[in-house]
């Protein structure tokens, strides 16, 4: 499955929370070794305040961009 991605899509500004909001940040973490996605995923849910997303290939990777915002790859 081919997915195209506008790239005006791609750089358009992330919505902007509420004031006195906690802010969420988006990340798409992208690993083909499954164990270092895990940790990396562990890693920021400790820190609190990511909503992490994880796929292990490029296609994956583009499909998820094209169906979601991220603020971090």
């Known amino acids: 499955m081919s997915t195209t ?3 005006a899509a791609l750089l358009a500004p992330a919505p902007t929370p ?3 909001a ?3 940040i988006s990340v798409l973490v992208v690993d ?3 164990d270092h ?3 990396v995923r ?3 849910a400790r820190q609190g305040s990511f ?3 994880s796929v292990e290939d490029g296609l994956a ?3 998820a961009l094209a169906a979601a915002r991220f603020d971090v790859v």
Do not use: F, H, S, Y
Request: hydrophobic residues 40%.
């Open 18 to 20: 509420a004031a006195g």
């Open 51 to 53: 909503q992490v997303t």
């Open 32 to 34: 083909d070794d499954v």
């Open 61 to 63: 990777c583009l499909e």
């Open 5 to 7: 991605v506008e790239p």
């Open 37 to 39: 996605a895990a940790a």
């Open 22 to 24: 906690p802010r969420t």
């Open 42 to 44: 562990r890693t920021l």
